[in-house]
């Protein structure tokens, strides 16, 4: 049976072409940590989330350092109640990314992102973004419902796929740990 596009374009980036990451890689590292970008690098992946080739969509490119976030120890005298430097943030990096995004684009709403790449210093993600305020965008039945005010900031309340994954909302089964607990979540019905 004959595969389509979408399925090649998968298997390639399943086993890259190490020499043309590298070069990608030095590329992305010298340039801005929130790059605009023409169109997605990951088409397959892009349209599985929700990306469309039309006015309204767009695609960033996001840089992240890599390594534990932590609070930085303190360094002066000797009070022990300020000497914890547990981590501090309990979101994932996509998400973090999300965030960022979110922030530097105020007037656009992230839809998804996706992971391109890592290196040892950093890891890679692309957001696509909606603008809410574009015809094409409200007249769409498969993109309209972001137009309404429930879905504004989503990014920064968790409810992308990246922050809900990160809340602890994605388990399948029942006996898996839930954010809420299955006790609470129990009492909603009452």
């Given at each position: ?5 979408y ?7 399943r086993k ?6 590298k070069s990608?890689m030095?590329?992305?590292?010298a340039?801005?940590a ?9 088409l397959d992946r892009a349209?599985a ?17 890599r ?9 002066h005298g000797r ?6 430097v547990?981590?501090i943030?309990?979101?994932?990096y996509q998400?973090?990314?999300?965030a ?11 839809l ?17 973004l909606?603008?809410p305020?574009?015809p ?6 498969t ?7 429930k ?14 994954k990160?809340r ?20 909603r019905g009452?």
């Amino acid at each position: 049976m004959a595969k389509g596009l979408y399925h090649y374009l998968k298997q390639n980036w399943r086993k890259p072409d190490n020499e043309e990451v590298k070069s990608r890689m030095i590329k992305w590292r010298a340039s801005e940590a929130v790059v605009k970008v023409d169109k997605p690098l990951r088409l397959d992946r892009a349209r599985a989330l929700g990306y469309k080739a039309k006015k309204g969509f767009v695609v960033v490119r996001v840089r992240l350092l890599r390594g534990g976030r932590k609070r930085s120890r303190h360094t002066h005298g000797r009070k022990s109640r300020k000497q914890h430097v547990r981590k501090i943030l309990k979101m994932n990096y996509q998400w973090v990314a999300e965030a960022r995004v979110g922030k530097k684009f105020t007037n656009l709403e992230v839809l998804n992102s996706y992971f391109i790449g890592k290196d040892g210093k950093h890891y890679f993600f692309e957001v696509i973004l909606v603008d809410p305020e574009m015809p094409e965008i409200k007249t769409d039945r498969t993109t309209k419902w972001i137009v309404s005010s429930k879905h504004r900031a989503r990014v920064e309340r968790g409810l992308t796929s990246a922050g809900k994954k990160s809340r602890g909302l994605r388990s399948k089964s029942r006996d898996m740990k839930v954010r809420p607990s299955l006790r609470s979540w129990n009492r909603r019905g009452k």
